[in-house]
């Protein structure tokens, strides 16, 4: 099984700064038919549902503010949060679907300061 | 928009059985693959099992394989997780999700508690 590990665990930064998380695989998820990166990270507010924010590493998903970028390839790969909003205020999960099992990371709170 | 609304979850003594369903609707839901994953209290989310469109290919977590078993009836747009033999440890919440580009979605989920 592929073993994502997300750091920090717990994030508070202040509204308008910006926010950084990362996620490293125990292997590679670039998938060589495409050259992609099989990784995407969620935002999981409480008592709702993951929601997508990125695909393939780096795509924004449609409707995702522009301040959400996703980088990072093979196996080290960074959420940024440009300018922290108040609404950003939740638990990050990074997930590989380059091979199942499906894995996700262990999740990163992010709070403001 | 992709919609899909779980239903079935409940409260089930250790060793007991439930079938979960998931109803789809917004998107083409008979070309894709579907995917039941779970998430316990407090924790993260963890996948279970997948089904491919046609419903001849399902992968399992080893942590159910044997036990669950995923379904799919593409006339009536709709997922399902047969789960026997259930265990304390697989109280949680149960999501119905596509993870494919271009239809992705996660329903609000259905609870099922473990307890007796």
């Known amino acids: 099984d592929i073993v994502m590990t997300q750091s920090p665990d717990s994030l508070a930064v202040s509204l308008g700064e910006r926010a950084t998380i990362n996620c490293k695989s125990s292997?590679?998820?670039?998938?060589?038919?495409?050259?992609?990166?099989?990784l995407v990270w969620y935002q999981q507010k409480p008592g709702q549902p993951p929601k997508l924010l990125i695909y393939w590493a780096s795509t924004r998903e449609s409707g995702v503010p522009d301040r959400f970028s996703g980088s990072g390839s093979g196996t080290d790969f960074t959420l940024t949060i440009s300018s922290l909003q108040a609404e950003d205020v939740a638990v990050y999960y990074c997930q590989q679907y380059y091979s199942i099992p499906i894995t996700f990371g262990q999740g990163t709170r992010l709070e403001i300061k | 928009e992709v919609q899909l609304v779980e239903s079935g979850g409940g409260l089930v003594q250790p060793g007991g059985s439930l079938r979960l369903s998931c109803a789809a609707s917004?998107?083409?839901?008979?070309?894709?693959?579907m995917h039941w994953v779970r998430q316990a209290p407090g924790k993260g989310p963890v996948w279970v099992s997948r089904i491919n469109s046609d419903g001849n290919y399902p992968n399992y977590a080893e942590s159910v394989k044997g036990r669950f078993t995923i379904s799919r009836d593409n006339a009536k747009n709709t997922l399902y997780l047969q789960m026997n033999s259930l265990r304390a440890e697989d109280t949680a919440v149960y999501y119905c999700a596509s993870l494919n580009e271009g239809a992705t979605g996660w329903g609000q989920g259905t609870l099922v508690t473990v307890s007796s």
């Open positions: 292997q590679s998820v670039l998938y060589s038919s495409n050259n992609k990166n099989c």
């Open positions: 917004g998107f083409t839901f008979s070309r894709y693959w």
